[in-house]
């Protein structure tokens, strides 16, 4: 079993920036590709970005290009979402997400195995 620990949400006004952190509580986190999804009031959890066991490949949502950059640290077990520019639209609850599977997508909830509780980010216009 794996524990995500999210921090660093908050109120923001647009055009800020937050960084989020995402903490995790096994010896193996280097096995697991991560991922970081939101979810606004009244709507579906959606992908936001995800990054590869070594950190050499990610990708992202394409309403977060430019704007985001997921990065991680292997020897600190933890995951992290830079997020630059904010929006009004950004606001939602981000949550941190594991997955070791080598089947599925990177861009699908249902393909990870381990959730945080997530931070709400909120951004005012």
């Known amino acids: 079993q794996v524990q995500l620990v999210e921090s ?4 923001v006004q647009a055009g800020g920036s937050l960084r989020l952190s995402c903490a995790a509580s096994t010896r193996t986190f280097s096995t697991y590709t991560m991922g970081w999804f939101c979810q ?3 709507k579906e959890r959606e992908f936001v970005s995800a ?3 070594t950190g050499s ?3 992202y949502a394409e309403s977060v290009k430019g704007r985001f950059t997921i990065s991680r640290d292997n ?3 933890t995951v992290y979402l ?5 929006k ?9 997400a594991a997955r070791t599977r080598r089947t599925g997508s ?3 909830g249902p393909d990870y195995d381990y959730w945080g509780q997530g931070t709400q980010v909120t951004v005012s216009s």
């Open 75 to 77: 020897a600190k077990n």
């Open 8 to 11: 660093g949400g908050g109120l």
């Open 82 to 86: 830079q997020m630059n520019s904010l």
């Open 57 to 59: 490949g990610t990708i």
């Open 40 to 42: 606004a009031p009244g």
């Open 106 to 108: 990177w861009n699908n």
């Open 88 to 96: 009004p639209e950004d606001t939602a609850v981000y949550y941190c």
């Open 51 to 53: 990054i590869t066991k």
